[in-house]
Nanobody, 118 residues
Framework: QVQLVESGGGLVQAGGSLRLSCAAS????????MAWYRQTPGKQRELVAR???????SYADSVKGRFTISRDNAKNTVYLQMNSLKAEDTAVYYC????????????WGQGTQVTVSS
């Protein structure tokens, strides 16, 4: 059973920083692509950042240069370092992974709220 548990959200002023954590169990962050998504009310969930098993990363244009996704294999945890936060970064942030055994399954964490005050 795959479980993803996010933490680290909160209230921060514009220009500030936060680091989100996603602790995984039942799945290995080093062998599965891991991603962060975010969602605001009335909008679709959007991909923020992804890290692939080989370590390559990709980002939404809106966060490039400000956010960094990384992982700690020993802790089986993925992080999202968010710097120079803007009011438009306010959202619920979700950790995500996909497993293929025994069947293709998409897994989500419970989400963590990030609120950036302007």
């Amino acid at each position: 059973q795959v479980q993803l548990v996010e933490s680290g959200g909160g209230l921060v002023q514009a220009g500030g920083s936060l680091r989100l954590s996603c602790a995984a169990s039942g799945s290995t962050v080093s062998t599965n692509a891991m991603a962060w998504y975010r969602q605001t009310p009335g909008k679709q969930r959007e991909l923020v950042a992804r890290i692939n098993p080989g370590g390559s990363t990709s980002y939404a244009d809106s966060v490039k240069g400000r956010f960094t996704i990384s992982r700690d294999n020993a802790k089986n945890t993925v992080y999202l370092q968010m710097n120079s936060l803007k009011a438009e970064d306010t959202a619920v942030y979700y950790c995500n992974t996909v497993t293929v055994v025994p069947i293709l399954t998409i897994h989500w964490g419970q989400g963590t709220q990030v609120t950036v005050s302007s």
